[in-house]
Nanobody, 123 residues
């Protein structure tokens, strides 16, 4: 079982950038596809992006062109570069893993979750 710790969240003005990190421990990192999800107050957890061990990525339409996911398998870390941030991007961001190479957008299909990191975008 792989465990994750997210970091890099914070407060930023609209139009700004943040880079989130998701550091993994335990398990074999390259066995897993890793996704980023976010949850705003009063809303359901929603898919943001995911990447498999080979680097294939998939994005939600709401972040396409602004966010970039990447992974460094040697460092067991997945990154989420967020540019052109909007107030509606404000949420707790979670990374999650699922064994295998298929990318899924449904949160319940992911088995291992980090504790989340807060991202707040002010207008």
């Amino acid at each position: 079982q792989v465990h994750f710790v997210e970091s890099g969240g914070g407060l930023v003005q609209a139009g700004g950038s943040l880079r989130l990190s998701c550091a993994a421990s335990g398990g074999t990192f390259t066995d897993y596809a890793v996704g980023w999800f976010r949850q705003a107050p009063g809303k359901e957890r929603e898919f943001v992006t995911a990447i498999n061990w080979g680097g294939t990525a998939y994005y939600a339409d709401s972040v396409k062109g602004r966010f970039t996911i990447s992974r460094d398998n040697a460092k067991n870390t997945v990154f989420l570069q967020m540019n052109s941030l909007k107030p509606e991007d404000t949420a707790v961001y979670y990374c999650a893993a699922r064994r295998g190479g298929t990318l899924y957008t449904r949160a319940y299909l992911y088995d291992d979750w980090g504790q989340g990191t807060q991202v707040t975008v002010s207008s």
